[in-house]
Structures are given as structure tokens and as C-alpha cells.
DNA sequence: TCTATGCTTAAGTTTTTCTAATGTGAAATC
DNA sequence: GATTTCACATTAGAAAAACTTAAGCATAGA
């Protein structure tokens, strides 16, 4: 015996609690054309009308009142079934995946506030390049720079970013031409498309050729980019968020007339459930106001 | 709270069910490739993992195994309210939608056999140039001429068909050359996309060309073609299935060498669930084997 | 060690589903 | 009784989901 297509049943039962297709549409974030379509293609298949269209209201028809208790059971046995999967396995303790060099640069020197809000949750982090598998319960929750796209998972844009000319106070003055004091200097680079593309604008703007490889010092990794930028080894291609610190401390300047956005911003992500999570909805909480208060 | 995909909820009971995803692939009319990836979806999706995956078989986790009843329940409740709704509301009157042509020509001299062997059934045939809407129960099934694409019904071929040239025993001689007894005689179209281009191919053959208006009579009914030319008006260009009680009999000819295989197809098509009524099922029966005597 | 089996992965295609724009008709308002 | 408004229908085109094909990989069993 063959069902009709699934999605059809559920905005379905929507449509009959709410008595309309309008409102069920905005239950479920869809058009109001969606729901007509997936209602028509549900009668077709069953071969029945399910509602009368009034033009006010829409009413059940007897065969839509006899399908709909069956439906609404369904679906309580398929979020209940979810539901006891979904629950927090581990209230206490928070996984975060995170990439190295925003753990190092920017979650590390704060995540002590969240500590002290919520001492009775232990927060560990994992810098991995990768999103990690959440499959295997490793990490609750991954904070990403991309472009919000990870399949499967439930993301949340927390923040932009640009890309600065930094570098060690005095060693750049911007008063003077850049181009020279670039020429001049050591190029600090991260290995990562962000970096490459704002030197290669930088370049063009300056009308620079020929820049040869000994000028340039890669490193694999933001946050050995902004040692080596504030020991003063040369001028770094860095991130706004993650040189924030230095900044108001005064350790690092950027040049005022260089600023790239990237391409990339920061994303909160993983499974949809975890979202419900005592635990999680802290912490994205904090997170949030730590970004606002930037 | 947003459930996961509910396609990957069916696969995975499916799965879980049968202890293996290639058995749940068949079951499904679906590749093992496509179970891997929905259930693969799935764990994403709730953030777990619910299969362990040896070499021969596979296993439901803890969580897995929590999971599956409450699946396993709703589609009990899916399937049983699709149950009720599709069971047949008139089991003693058979109601088709067939088109006007294949009705005159086909199904009313033939419906009868069907009478006979199932006398308590009451056929009504309707006969109609669009698929009906079978949503008002206006009918339970529906013979049409096309490709087999009615989106949200089920459909099933029943026969090929091809264009031939029919005329009055006589009108034409075989064995003389077709090009001057073509020009001499009317020609009968039906109005319809396979008819105009088996004329098309038949005067690309016969490098006909210049043929004026007047030597074609058009009529909008295949049935009134076959009329006009069993009268001897001139040569048709008829379906085979259409004209076989008249070539038995002896009332009209074919050209032998020429037959164009037709673009479309006969379909029985209708709702899914139709399919399960008995009567239906009877019918069905009667059909396919009334095209396979032929 | 070799082979067969069943799951995984990747790429490309097809199908489904969605949105945006527009149409339609009956109630509500003026 | 004209006009507006509101909710649903329809369409074409865009986006996303799902499927297939064709590889790859790991392991049990010969």
C-alpha cells in the first residue's frame, strides 16, 4: 500500500487544526501557494476533496474529518519518538567545536564570563579545521566561518567579518604612501582564501606587480599569523574580530584605509535538537551579547 | 520543534525493520545508495547515530532501538487513516472517463463481455477529451492516449498504438503506385498532434508536396473519421485499435506499407488507492486481457 | 589471499517543492 | 451597488531534495 508524499500530510493537519491554509503557511514558513499545492496534490492522490474552500474559511469535508484524527496521531508519535532521542544526554558539559584560530584568538580570552555566569556547566573546546561529526556526540554545538551551508544542520549567523592591515605599532606610517612601506616589509599571511583574496585587492589597489615569494611569510594558522604580526616580524592580513583585543590595547595598528569584507561569516551550527538544550540555549545567549557587545 | 526529514523517518523504519539497508532499497523500489544517504540525513538531522554498520548486517544503537516504536506507530497511523479514506464508497457502479473516440470505438462494442462476467457491477462510462478530476469522485479510473505523466496519479500502459491508412475496400489499389491515388482522393484527419504528423510522413515518403486544403477533410473526432471513410469519402488515417472490428469484418482496408508507430500510449491511470478497490482490480483484469486477444 | 557482499561516497540528473507574481470570486465596507 | 479586501488558486521559474550510477572500501568466508 503506498502513502501519499509525506510533507503533504503534515501541512495537512496544519491547515485542518488552523481551518486555514493561510495560517498554516505562516506556521510553517512557506507560502500560502505551497500549502494550496501540497493540499491539491494530497486530494489527488487519495482521489477525494479533503476541505470545502469557502472564501473566508476552509471546512473540512466528512473525509477530511476522518482522516485528520489519524494524521494528528501520527505526527505525536513521530515528535515524541524525537523528542527522547533529542534530549540532552549530558546537561552539565558543553562540547564546542570551534577552529583553532578563533578559539585561540577570540572564544578562549572570553569564555571565562560564560564560566563565571555558569559555573555548573563545564565548557570544553575542540579546534578542529572540520566540522566535526555530531553524529557521534562528540560536540554539541560548532561555531564555523563559511558561508552558513552545512547540511543537515540547523545554522545561525552570529557575526561579519573584515580583513585589516595590521601590524605592530610604527611600522607602518599611514601618512606616508603605502605601497613603498608594503615593498618594504615582510607580508604576513594565513593560508586560508580570505587572506589571498584581500592581499590580491590590496595589490591591484596599489598597482603592485612582482611581489616575490621571499616577501611573503605563510603560516598556517590566524593566530601564529597575529604573533608574528605583533612581535613585529612584518604587516599581517587579519581578521577584525580576532585582533580586537590587541587593538584597543594598543599593541597592534591597522591602516585606516584597507578593509576588506570577507566572504565568510561566523556561523553557530549543529543538529536542529540541540538548539532545545538548556545548556546550548546559554550559551548561544552569551555568545550573542559577546558579538553585540563588540 | 521541527522534526527531521519525514522521508528519512520511513526509510529508517524500513531499515530498521528488515536489519539491512539493501532489503529496505528493494522493498522501496529505491538504490541502496538512496537508504545510506537518507539515513545518513537522519543521523545528521537528530545528531546521533542509529545504526552500527558491520559488514553484513546492521544494528540499531541504544538509540536506535528507542527510536523505532515510536515510528514504527505513526506510519500504523498514516497508513490506517489512508485506509479509511480510501475505501470504496460505491463497490456496485464503475464509473470511467475515457475518451470520447476509444469509447465509440473501442469500449462500447466491447463492454459487454464485461457485463456478462460481472453482472452486479454497473458500468458507467463518461466520456471526456480531459483527464477528469477525480477529486469530486466523479469517477474511478480513467483510459487516456498520452505518455503516462498524470502527476499524482497512478498509471499503468496498457498498448501501443499505430497510425494506418484506411480506406473502403476498393478506394485504393495496393499494387499501383500510392503518390497519384493519394492525390485523387480526399483525405480524412482527425485533429490531433499524431494523426497531422503521419500525414507529415507519409507526403516526406511520397514526396508529396503542394497538397491544397481541399482534398483534406478535418474532423474533431476520430470516431466521425472512421465514419467518413467506412462511407468511402476517402482515405483515413485511423489508429489500428480503433478500426480492428471493421479490418476483422472486412469493411475497410489497410495500405500495407505504410504504418507510423503512435508518440502516445493507452493508460488506464487514477488514484493510487483505486487501484485496491475490487472492482478495479476486476476490471483492470478485463482490459488487459480484451488488448492482449487483440 | 582472493572473492563476494553490503555499506559509503561523489557527481550528475531528475523530481519535488518552493516562491513570486498574478488571477479569481465572495464577503465586507463604503 | 460599487469598491475594496481577503483568502485561495494558478503559473512559471528557481531552488532544494532525492535518486541513480559508478565508483570505493572493509570484512567475512572460501
Redesign the interface.
Known amino acids: 500500500?503506498?502513502?501519499?508524499p509525506?510533507?503533504s500530510?503534515?501541512y495537512f493537519k496544519h491547515a485542518a487544526e488552523l481551518g486555514s491554509f493561510k495560517l498554516a503557511a505562516e506556521q510553517l514558513y512557506v507560502t500560502q501557494a505551497a500549502i494550496s499545492q501540497q493540499i491539491r496534490?494530497l486530494?489527488?492522490?487519495?482521489?477525494?476533496?479533503l476541505f470545502e474552500r469557502h472564501t473566508r474559511k476552509i471546512c473540512l469535508t466528512a473525509?477530511g474529518k476522518?482522516?485528520l484524527?489519524?494524521?494528528r496521531?501520527?505526527?505525536?508519535?513521530?515528535?515524541?519518538?524525537?523528542?527522547?532521542?533529542?534530549e540532552d544526554p549530558q546537561p552539565a558539559g558543553l562540547n564546542l567545536s570551534v577552529l583553532p584560530s578563533f578559539a585561540t584568538c577570540w572564544l578562549l580570552p572570553r569564555i571565562s564570563s560564560f564560566q563565571r555566569q555558569h559555573p555548573n556547566i563545564r565548557v570544553r573546546i575542540d579546534p578542529s579545521d572540520s566540522l566535526v561529526d555530531?553524529?557521534?556526540?562528540e560536540a554539541d554545538l560548532g561555531i564555523r566561518f563559511g558561508k552558513g551551508h552545512y547540511?543537515?544542520?540547523?545554522s545561525e549567523l552570529l557575526a561579519s567579518d573584515d580583513m585589516l592591515l595590521a601590524y605592530k605599532p610604527g611600522l607602518i606610517d599611514p601618512s606616508k604612501p603605502l605601497k613603498e612601506q608594503i615593498k618594504s616589509n615582510h607580508l604576513i599571511m594565513d593560508i586560508c582564501p580570505d587572506a589571498e583574496r584581500a592581499w590580491g585587492i590590496l595589490f591591484d589597489k596599489l598597482a603592485l606587480t612582482g611581489v616575490h615569494e621571499p616577501h611573503f611569510l605563510e603560516i598556517d594558522n590566524a593566530a601564529l599569523v597575529m604573533q608574528a604580526t605583533l612581535a613585529g616580524q612584518g604587516v599581517g592580513m587579519l581578521r577584525r574580530q580576532l585582533i580586537q583585543p590587541q587593538l584597543a590595547l594598543g599593541q597592534l595598528e591597522i591602516h585606516p584605509e584597507f578593509e576588506i569584507a570577507c566572504d565568510y561569516q561566523y556561523y553557530l551550527a549543529?543538529?536542529?535538537?540541540?538548539f532545545?538544550w538548556h545548556k546550548v540555549k546559554l550559551f548561544r545567549t552569551w555568545l550573542l551579547g559577546q558579538f553585540n557587545s563588540l
Do not use: R, W
Not at 134 to 137: I, L, N, Y
Not at 151 to 154: D, F, Q, T
Open positions: 500500500m503506498q502513502l501519499p509525506l510533507k500530510l503534515l496534490s486530494e489527488t492522490h487519495l482521489g477525494c476533496v473525509k476522518l482522516l484524527p489519524h494524521i496521531k501520527a505526527f505525536e508519535y513521530l515528535h515524541h519518538g524525537v523528542q527522547v532521542i533529542e555530531f553524529d557521534a556526540g547540511p543537515g544542520l540547523h549543529g543538529p536542529v535538537g540541540h532545545n
